[in-house]
Structure formats: structure tokens, C-alpha cells
């Protein structure tokens, strides 16, 4: 029996491996391309690093022929923890928005309201991008059979995961300063603080049929979550109107409704917080 050397089996090997390689590659290739001819992209979910990163591509690609809009991309991975646990671990979504050049600069243009308890304002603005990410993530959570705590859960990890914590910082003297952004605005930058993580989760959920608060404390905004009464962790009571929200923070992943950073816990002990219950108005 002829013996092959020993060099050339190891060359045959890598021949192999690569050959599975670029397999796995057209594979998700083929399966993110079905994802944008059908139009169901947002309900996809990502098998494998390689995959995530061949999507990111197409992204990128499709964002250089977007004519008179920003493409932008987003990726994210639902909660996995005990209380959430059906979904199989490493459960990861994307999906795509495109947003008006000329609304984003609008919006970036617009003067400030800096009263935190106005800071509602920013929520209730009505935003044709908010809307149909909105529904994005109501038929993404359809196809995946949600609940309404589940579609919260994958909400707010969409927020904590796609959107970077990055403190405002003064261009001109580079020292802090608070300066709140339209939800637009952070979902193009795909960075924010605190108040501008607080109001795009409250502008997604409330077009999701959510009732929410902002819950605004010396050094923090966080969310509130009206409802969920079987579900354990912090709340707080909104005195004038009785109502009880689960908080929700948005800073940073893996935290789920109900838990609170222990930074934040004295605030909401010793009552040093705000409540700013979020109020959709009828358009004129």
C-alpha cells in the first residue's frame, strides 16, 4: 500500500479545513442575503462569529449605495441568564436601519432642553426611524414567539449592546457636560450617556405599547417599566398617579429589569429620585 508523505497529508488536512471554511462562509452569505431580498433580516439569527462578521460586510457594503440616507447596522445577543433561559445560548439578532441625512442633521441641529424633568420631550417626538425600528422589533419578537417580558428583555438588550456608554464631552474644552440627544441622533452616533440610553429604550418601548418612566436620580437616568408585578426585583411608586415601575437599566449589557447597580441602590433606598412618567400625545 502506497504511503502518502507526511508533509503533503498535512497540506491535504489544511486543504480540507479550508474548504469547510469557505463553505460555512457561503452558507451564511447565502442565508444574509435571503434575509435582505425577503425583507425578514431582523428576525435572523446568527450562528457563528464568522457569519456575524460576513453580515457586518454586506453592511458596510450596502451603506456606500444608501443614497441620501445612513445605513446602520446592529447587532445583539438576548439575555441568556436563569430567568430568561429559553432562548439557546448565544442567541444573536441583527438588523438594519436607514435614516434621513437631512432628518439626522435636523435633529442634530435642534437647541436642547436641559431639565432633566423635561427630558420626556425627547421621547414623545415623533421620528419615522423610531417607528419602524419599533416595528422591527415587535416582528422580530413575533417570529421568536416573545412574550411581552421576553420583547422587553431583547429591547433593552438591543440599547445596552448596540448603543457604546460614552460619556458628552465638550468639543471645545473636552471637560463633561450633560447634553441630552434626540433618540435619532444616538441611534446614527451608536454612542450615548446615560439620559441619551434612557430616552432611545423609553421612545422604542412606549411605540411598543410599553408604559414607561424616566427615573432620574442625581448622578444617573435610568428606565421604569410600568407593570410586570410577578416579575422579582426594584420598584418604585409614582405617588400622583399610583403607578409601580420595574427599573430598568441601560448602560451596560446583561443587566436585566429589576436589577440595579449597587452605585444607584442608596438613591433609590433614601427616595433621592425622580419619577417622569412618559406621555404620548395624539398628533395634531
Known amino acids: 500500500m502506497?504511503?502518502?508523505p507526511l508533509s503533503f497529508t498535512v497540506l491535504l488536512f489544511l486543504v480540507i479545513l479550508l474548504t469547510l471554511a469557505v463553505s460555512l462562509a457561503a452558507v451564511s452569505a447565502l442565508a444574509v442575503a435571503c434575509g435582505w431580498l425577503t425583507g425578514n433580516q431582523s428576525s435572523l439569527t446568527i450562528p457563528t462569529k464568522l457569519g456575524l462578521n460576513i453580515e457586518r460586510l454586506i453592511g458596510q457594503l450596502l451603506g456606500h449605495t444608501a443614497r441620501g440616507n445612513l445605513h446602520?447596522?446592529?447587532?445583539?445577543?438576548?439575555?441568556?441568564?436563569?430567568?430568561?433561559?429559553?432562548?439557546?445560548?448565544?442567541?444573536?439578532?441583527?438588523?438594519?436601519?436607514?435614516v434621513n441625512k437631512s432628518r439626522y442633521t435636523q435633529y442634530h441641529q435642534r437647541p436642547r432642553e436641559l431639565d432633566p424633568n423635561h427630558f420626556d420631550v425627547y421621547v414623545t417626538v415623533s421620528i419615522p426611524e423610531i417607528e419602524s425600528l419599533a416595528e422591527?422589533?415587535?416582528?422580530?419578537?413575533?417570529a421568536q414567539g416573545f412574550n411581552t417580558y421576553d420583547q422587553l428583555c431583547n429591547t433593552l438588550?438591543?440599547?445596552?449592546?448596540?448603543?457604546?456608554?460614552?460619556?458628552?464631552l465638550s468639543p471645545q474644552t473636552g471637560q463633561l457636560v450633560e447634553?441630552?440627544?434626540?433618540?435619532?441622533?444616538?441611534?446614527?452616533?451608536?454612542?450615548?450617556?446615560?439620559?441619551?440610553?434612557?430616552?432611545?429604550?423609553a421612545a422604542l418601548l412606549t411605540r411598543m405599547g410599553y408604559r414607561v418612566a424616566l427615573l432620574i436620580l442625581p448622578p444617573h437616568v435610568a428606565l421604569g417599566i410600568a407593570g410586570f408585578n410577578d416579575k422579582p426585583g426594584c420598584r418604585v411608586?409614582?405617588?400622583?398617579?399610583?403607578?409601580?415601575?420595574?427599573?430598568?437599566?441601560?448602560?451596560?449589557p446583561n443587566w436585566l429589569p429589576g436589577e440595579v447597580p449597587r452605585e444607584f441602590q442608596p438613591y433609590l433606598a433614601s427616595g433621592q429620585f425622580e419619577i417622569l412618567p412618559v406621555v404620548m400625545r395624539e398628533p395634531n
Not at 422591527?136 to 413575533?142: P, R, T, Y
Not at 409614582?238 to 427599573?247: D, G, N
Open 2 to 4: 502506497m504511503t502518502l
Open 72 to 98: 446602520k447596522w446592529y447587532t445583539w445577543e438576548f439575555p441568556t441568564r436563569p430567568s430568561v433561559a429559553r432562548r439557546p445560548c448565544g442567541s444573536r439578532f441583527f438588523t438594519e436601519l436607514l
Open 136 to 142: 422591527q422589533l415587535l416582528k422580530l419578537g413575533q
Open 157 to 168: 438588550a438591543f440599547v445596552q449592546q448596540g448603543i457604546r456608554y460614552t460619556a458628552d
Open 179 to 201: 447634553y441630552p440627544k434626540y433618540p435619532l441622533e444616538t441611534l446614527v452616533d451608536k454612542k450615548g450617556d446615560c439620559e441619551d440610553q434612557a430616552i432611545l429604550a
Open 237 to 252: 411608586s409614582h405617588p400622583a398617579t399610583s403607578s409601580h415601575y420595574l427599573y430598568a437599566e441601560t448602560t451596560a
